[in-house]
């Protein structure tokens, strides 16, 4: 609502700004509207909208491509109505073929969103983080990078094409499939899900002078983690941390059911003030525009 008594147009050439950067850029993931808004408050200066947090937020389940793309754009709207930072989106597959990825990158970018990735995966897809990954070809993935290009009405529109080969044709082929995809018209590369810090450097190396890259530091998944300023070293433009926020939030939860179970009421546990919280989802922010506009 910020936004109503004026703040940034322009987020897609901010974001683009930001990974041109010469330090890589950090995008915690947030899986709803609040989550996105502790985001903006804690200083950061773009919010991931991540696909596992979302399907567990929404559906209470895994990420194994249950969730629709109507759905993930309606979650990204409401996140780009939440806050002013740039949001990057989590397109997974395109949800379809190549035409089906025409009409993805339409309505995410209605819904707002300065950035999204698409990735190589079969539809439906899994994690980039769990076993019994497949892809597409390189050929069908090249065609959906290129309809995406097209399908953008605004040129700042943020492509990122991720590739899931490493885990199911080797590095070497996730590599040259990066490569295909800047060709086709990637504007930053994704290769998910590398094991071993040998191979991130190897990525590093081999790509660093196609396109930005992003490191994607899964909290708890196959890929090792590594300290913030050697990914800056190794110059990875975009770094995700996407599900901290969504483990914090549901170790939280289960430590306050734990005490509520436990003593009966939530009174021993740590909890912000009702006023404190209500400040944190913007109450300031309506009482200001209640004066603003008379209501």
């Known amino acids: 609502m910020g936004a109503l008594l004026g703040g940034p147009t322009t987020p897609r050439a901010r974001l683009r700004e930001l990974i041109a950067a010469p330090t890589p850029l950090v995008a915690p993931g947030a899986y709803d509207a609040l989550s996105a ?6 200083g950061f200066d773009v919010v991931y909208l991540t696909g596992f947090g979302a399907t567990a937020s929404l559906l209470g389940r895994p990420d194994v491509g249950l969730l629709s793309a109507a759905e993930m754009a309606d979650q990204a709207r409401r996140i780009v109505d939440a806050v002013e930072l740039p949001v990057i989106a989590d397109a997974d597959t395109g949800y379809g073929n190549a035409i089906n990825v025409v009409r993805t990158v339409r309505v995410y970018e209605q819904a707002g969103v300065a950035g999204l990735h698409l990735e190589d995966q079969v539809t439906p897809k899994k994690c980039g983080h769990m076993a019994g990954k497949a892809v597409v070809s390189t050929e069908e993935m090249v065609g959906k990078i290129r309809a995406a290009a ?22 070497d082929a996730a590599i040259a499939r990066a ?3 800047a060709a086709a018209g990637a504007d930053v590369l994704f290769v998910e899900a590398p094991t071993s810090e040998a191979d991130i450097r190897r ?34 433009s975009l770094v995700l941390y996407p599900i901290a926020t969504l483990l914090a939030a549901s170790a939280a939860v289960q430590s306050v059911l734990a005490t509520i179970k436990a003593d009966g009421t939530p009174h021993a546990a740590s909890l912000p003030t009702f006023a404190a919280f209500t400040a944190t989802v913007g109450l300031p922010e309506i009482q200001e525009l209640e004066n603003h506009f008379g209501a």
């Open 150 to 171: 097209a399908a953008r009405r605004d040129p700042d529109l943020v492509l990122i094409a991720r590739t899931d080969a490493a885990a199911v044709e080797g590095l």
């Open 179 to 181: 490569r295909a995809y």
């Open 203 to 236: 990525v590093a190396a081999e790509l660093g002078g196609v396109a930005p890259l992003v490191f994607n530091a899964a909290e708890g998944g196959r890929t090792p983690p590594l300290s913030l300023e050697v990914v800056t070293d190794l110059g990875f």
């Open 37 to 42: 808004r502790l985001v903006e408050q804690a």
